[in-house]
């Protein structure tokens, strides 16, 4: 799935993308308080969490290493099925290298679909 931000989205002022430029969807999770969109940013070297709202799709097309999963929430997460694995995003953000090697295996073989 490909996105791109809208021009006036937070996500462009704070700097985190360029107007227009055209980004994958690493996973959409989702919210009481709405769904987001899990990207990387060249611009921020880093990952992280966007409402839905600031993007438009580009490509709709869902990525073939997406699994469903109903999270604490009762919402239907998309997401690679390695990055559901208990305490994975714990250990990623902890800088683990082995979560660390584990989400750029992921994240490059999304990009690359």
Known sequence: MKVMPKSDAKCVVHGWFKSGQIVTVLAVCNYKS????????????????F???????????LSRR???????????DLTPSAWMEKGFWDRHNDGESNADRVFMEEMAALMNE
Request: net charge negative.
């Open 51 to 61: 409402p839905v709202s600031e993007f438009e799709i580009v490509d709709p097309t």
């Open 34 to 49: 709405g769904s987001k969109y899990l990207i990387w940013s060249d611009l921020q070297s880093g990952d992280a969490l």
């Open 66 to 76: 997406w699994v469903a999963e109903i999270n604490l929430n009762g919402f239907i």
